[in-house]
């Protein structure tokens, strides 16, 4: 396509810019997670996870926590972490979240994530194609690229959260693919991107089934101790 120049801005840098001026600081925060928002007992939540390959010098892995009802960005989990580390802290943030919709993609260690979900029966993982997880691909990363643009241009959703805004401002075109450029991350605006796709995808209300967080990473990682 003749407008998909190289080096040309993905988004609406205005609209981002907009954003960036009403952040306001998280009410919650430590080494990897931030918290604009509490959970709420009567809401319900989708948290999109884009893995990472784990490494000091590498990308991260996120988790981005995102209201069904509104779309709106309330927590972030963030770091360069052992897998097992990022699964514990996930499933922890995902049962405070009222026991959230978990849509990881398939990609990377994310094959790992889903399997240690399946042994452990955590009841809300998102299935594409009747697979669990997201699958970015040539059909689906377009869609989700141009998702993310409709929202951002007309404000549609709430963030406070800083490195997204970031990403999304450095975010480019290189070769016709939506990326970051060389040494930057696009980690946070993918992981974002997947909730907002399940949650325009797939608007039913999810059945909310309460297990302690337990369940889910001492179970599983209990042998990794």
């Known amino acids: 396509?003749?407008?998909?120049?190289?080096?040309?801005?993905?988004?609406?840098?205005?609209?981002?810019?907009?954003?960036?001026?009403?952040?306001?600081?998280?009410?919650?925060?430590?080494?990897?997670?931030?918290?604009?928002?509490?959970?709420?007992?009567?809401?319900?939540?989708?948290?999109?996870?884009?893995?990472?390959?784990?490494?000091?010098?590498?990308?991260?892995?996120?988790?981005?926590?995102?209201?069904?009802?509104?779309?709106?960005?309330?927590?972030?989990?963030?770091?360069?972490?052992?897998?097992?580390?990022?699964?514990?802290?996930?499933?922890?943030?995902?049962?405070?979240?009222?026991?959230?919709?978990?849509?990881?993609?398939?990609?990377?260690?994310?094959?790992?994530?889903?399997?240690?979900?399946?042994?452990?029966?955590?009841?809300?993982?998102?299935?594409?194609?009747?697979?669990?997880?997201w699958s970015t691909d040539v059909r689906t990363r377009p869609h989700l690229v141009d998702l993310m643009s409709t929202l951002i241009s007309s404000h549609a959703f709430t963030t406070n959260d800083l490195d997204f805004l970031h990403e999304c401002l450095a975010l480019q075109f290189i070769d016709g693919k939506a990326q970051a450029p060389a040494n930057g991350t696009d980690d946070i605006f993918m992981a974002l991107g997947i909730a907002q796709v399940v949650r325009q995808s797939h608007p039913t209300q999810f059945h909310r089934v309460h297990y302690h967080v337990q369940h889910y990473a001492e179970e599983v990682l209990g042998s990794y101790g």
């Open 1 to 133: 396509d003749c407008w998909l120049v190289s080096g040309s801005v993905v988004l609406n840098t205005e609209s981002i810019k907009r954003m960036i001026h009403f952040v306001r600081p998280p009410v919650e925060s430590n080494a990897y997670i931030k918290v604009w928002k509490l959970p709420r007992g009567d809401q319900k939540y989708i948290i999109g996870v884009d893995m990472a390959e784990g490494l000091p010098t590498g990308d991260f892995s996120v988790a981005v926590v995102i209201e069904q009802s509104t779309g709106d960005h309330v927590a972030t989990l963030r770091g360069r972490i052992p897998i097992d580390a990022f699964y514990a802290q996930m499933v922890t943030l995902a049962c405070r979240y009222n026991n959230a919709v978990l849509a990881v993609e398939r990609a990377s260690h994310g094959r790992t994530i889903l399997e240690w979900l399946r042994q452990s029966a955590y009841p809300h993982v998102y299935k594409y194609q009747d697979k669990p997880g």
